[in-house]
Antibody, heavy 117, light 106 residues
Framework: QVQLQQSGTELVKPASSVKISCKASGYTFTSNYMHWIRQQPGNGLEWIGWIYPGNGNTKYNQKFDGKATLTADKSSSTAYMQLSSLTSEDSAVYFC??????????WGQGASVTVSS | EIVLTQSPTTMAASPGEKVTITCRASSSVSYMHWFQQKSGTSPKPWIYDTSKLASGVPDRFSGSGSGTSYSLTISSMEAEDAATYYCLQRSSYPLTFGSGTKLEIK
């Protein structure tokens, strides 16, 4: 079955960077868009952007331009999101979600990022 | 950016009660998609392309709407339906979610 396995909890310092992974299985990784979504504590969902692993094309929410960088490794069916210049505002749970048969119809379990000195 | 406004923000319904959650878009969208999220878990696809139920979703759920007004309806509330529901539009970038409707059981 379709599975997205994300990396674990991260505790990082302000001004640093963090890279979150999302390993896909059960479907053709290169033929489906992978989205990234942020959920700040107690808040709703925000779309960060997508990557098309087949050709590496990306589309970002302008709000996250310069903050998030999406990449994908076809050999390991893994998508990555790097977040840079971290502040407390970046403390959140980050989800990957694949367009498999429809719209964001497979989700990872979420990766918690806490930014604190 | 298309802003999605959900109402109500929170609500409580009794078992067997009919529930309607609305999602209004600041500009016309082609379809609306809905997700269910329970505390501490990932969102689940619930309704896609406005009215199609995702796999495993009970048929007491339905979706409808067009243009700038969409809704999710539960014909008869059950305890397991207590969750937060989000709408999503992907008609234009950036993709945007509604702020969520928290549905509780009375």
């Amino acid at each position: 079955q379709v599975q997205l396995q994300q990396s674990g909890t991260e505790l990082v310092k302000p001004a640093s960077s963090v890279k979150i992974s999302c390993k896909a299985s059960g479907y053709t990784f290169t033929s489906n868009y992978m989205h990234w979504i942020r959920q700040q504590p107690g808040n709703g969902l925000e779309w960060i952007g997508w990557i098309y692993p087949g050709n590496g094309n990306t589309k970002y929410n302008q709000k996250f331009d310069g903050k998030a960088t999406l990449t994908a490794d076809k050999s390991s069916s893994t998508a990555y999101m790097q977040l840079s210049s971290l502040t407390s505002e970046d403390s959140a749970v980050y989800f990957c979600a694949a367009d498999w048969e429809g719209v964001m119809d497979a989700w990872g379990q979420g990766a918690s990022v806490t930014v604190s000195s | 950016e298309i802003v999605l406004t959900q109402s109500p923000t929170t609500m409580a319904a009794s078992p067997g009660e009919k529930v309607t959650i609305t999602c209004r878009a600041s500009s016309s969208v082609s379809y609306m998609h809905w997700f269910q999220q329970k505390s501490g878990t990932s969102p689940k696809p619930w309704i896609y392309d406005t009215s199609k139920l995702a796999s495993g979703v009970p048929d007491r759920f339905s979706g409808s709407g067009s243009g700038t007004s969409y809704s999710l309806t539960i014909s008869s509330m059950e305890a397991e339906d207590a969750a937060t529901y989000y709408c999503l539009q992907r008609s234009s970038y950036p993709l945007t979610f509604g702020s969520g409707t928290k549905l509780e059981i009375k």
